[in-house]
């Protein structure tokens, strides 16, 4: 049996997710049924659960935009993905957002159940930046003034509005003030204002009282609440509907907060940070943002500047990212060649240290333990198939796929079993891809299908 385990089953297919919730309700799991991200989420918000089985291709909230809202909704729940387009991109993109594995289909009850049980078993891996302290690499000069703001920061309560683009680390700023001030041992809590449903983003701050509205079974402390001593932090704040900045303002300016359909008063005794990607002046003189919440927030300003205006910590941070996933995932320490490190250092990195990150982690994934050559790092392309600036992109993702076949394939000595086990897919796919190449593929000794990985 498995121990009385409750699973979060996300799939728009109504027959798939009565085969799912057969398979695992025979298995001894609890089963709790969604039909797309945006109900999942829903359900999240409600209570918790051990781990989360869903499917890539959805309506309203897909699966990969709900991974990525697990940072916010369920930092610690570990998720398989299910993906009938089980490609090594796809592989590689559901692992970035934090996914512990993932399923081709078709698959068997038995490939299900056992994906399901190695998840659980591991858990959801935290980020290296939420275990111990913080990790910042700031070794370019470009970073001086954002240490002497952040130290500065640490040493009193006030408030903290971190700005810069999309991926330069607000995130990991805000902890780090966290970890060098006097509540450093007092909770950290996150929220991430784009993530959660305006609809709920009033309980989910300031708490609810029992029966406060539908659906409301019990009295629940707000993220306010949670945080107390702490820090909280208000992620992209700009995006916040106009009518809950004037409730933020309040409580921010009294210190106290009342939780939803309650009449008792909370005081409230604890730093709040603020990040946003946004030129919050803009959004104030449009007015998407109001003036007075602004200044309320803009106690300390601190301005991350992009990865690109701080070339020093570049490598550096690639390194890093290497060795937390090479860790994360239970791999051989690996590292870069020279080539791969110049490519690295030349590129201009438009997505900033998330898209490092994610670049770093693709690499790892695809090299498997061997040292990280240029072929595994698929750079260049942004939103839209935009190109990096300064940096050509690489090829279509079919032409980028065959290289770092060809070189795995020659890395292995024309070795297909081994070849498969190192890129995740198994020997019929890799057999076909290099039929599609021009390459012989006819069967060869210790080489079988069935030794494969699964794809």
Known sequence: ?????????VDDDGDMRL?????????????????????????????????????????????IELLERLSAAAPFLPAVVITAHGTVDTAVQSMKMGAADFIQKPFGPEVLLAK???????????????????????????MAEVLTLLEAAAATKATVLISGESGTGKEVVARRIHELSAGAAEPFVAVNCAAIPSTLMESELFGHEKGAFTGASEARAGKFEQAQGGTLLLDEISEMAPALQAKLLRVLQEREVERVGGRKVVSLDLRVIA??????????QSGRFREDLYYRLHVIPIELPPL?????????????FLADATHTHGWPEATFNAAAEEKIAAYSWPGNVRELQNAVERAAILARGVPVEPAHLLLGRGPGGARGAGFE?????????????????????????????????????LRARLRSYGVDSGPESGDGEEDGAEA
């Open 1 to 9: 049996m498995a121990d009385e385990k409750h699973l979060l089953v």
């Open 19 to 63: 085969a799912l919730e057969l398979t695992l309700r025979k298995a001894g799991y609890r089963c709790t049924l969604a039909k797309d991200g945006q109900e999942a989420l829903e359900l999240l918000a409600g209570r918790s659960y051990d781990l989360l089985l869903t499917d890539l291709r959805m309506p309203r909230v897909d699966g």
């Open 116 to 142: 399901v049980a190695a998840a659980l078993a591991r858990g959801r891996a935290e980020p290296a930046t939420r275990k111990g302290h913080t990790a910042m690499i700031a070794e370019d000069p470009a």
């Open 275 to 284: 990040t946003t990607n946004r030129d919050l002046v803009a959004e104030v």
């Open 308 to 320: 690109r205006r701080r070339p020093a910590d570049v490598v550096p941070l690639a390194r890093r």
């Open 393 to 429: 992109v690489d090829g279509t993702l079919e032409e980028m796929e065959q290289r770092i076949i060809l070189a795995a394939y020659a890395q292995h000595g024309d070795n297909k079993k081994a070849t498969a086990r190192a890129l995740g897919i198994n020997v019929k796919t």
